[in-house]
């Protein structure tokens, strides 16, 4: 076993207050728009709810995919924020997701977890649920530490 690979992975952040802060706060921009909240914020795992109803479908009457992504996304980026320093977030650069059953209305759930946190890549995953508990989507993403409030610049 390789000490120095286990100590490190033993030192990584684990920013409760972070978590604390984005369970606490309110929805604003684009999830004040959709209607998603936080719903369960931890070390790692963040959970982003939504209410579906009309608004989030598209012609064809199921949810439209972004909006089923878009609370993937916020969700894996959100989790892995959890374990970053204060200063410092991330933003995705590459996105995947595999829709599974459509979803009409009622409680989405995109729960993401952190898969590996690398110097300059971070990684994670999201499923997200409807209210019968059933898989709509699974997501992976792939992101890139940034300091906070500065882009890929």
Do not use: Y
């Not at 990584?12 to 914020?41: C, H, Y």
């Not at 479908?57 to 199921?62: C, E, L």
């Not at 204060?86 to 595999?98: S, V, Y």
């Amino acid at each position: 076993m390789n000490l120095a690979r286990k100590s490190t992975e033993n030192e990584r952040v684990q920013n409760f207050g972070r978590a604390k802060a984005l369970l606490d706060a309110q929805p604003a921009g684009w999830m004040e728009t959709l209607g998603a909240r936080i719903s369960e914020a931890e070390p790692g795992r963040v959970v982003v709810e939504l209410i579906a109803g009309p608004r989030h479908r598209h012609g064809g009457g199921v949810v439209q995919g972004g909006v089923v992504t878009q609370i993937a996304d916020a969700a894996m980026g959100m989790s892995l924020a959890t374990l970053q320093e204060d200063g410092m977030w991330n933003t995705t650069i590459e996105l995947k997701i595999n829709f599974i059953r459509p979803a009409i209305e009622g409680r989405l759930r995109a729960v993401g977890r952190v898969i590996e946190m690398r110097q300059t890549l971070l990684f994670s995953e999201a499923d997200v649920f409807d209210d019968q508990g059933r898989l709509v989507a699974r997501a992976s993403s792939t992101c890139m530490p940034v300091p906070e409030g500065q882009g890929r610049e």
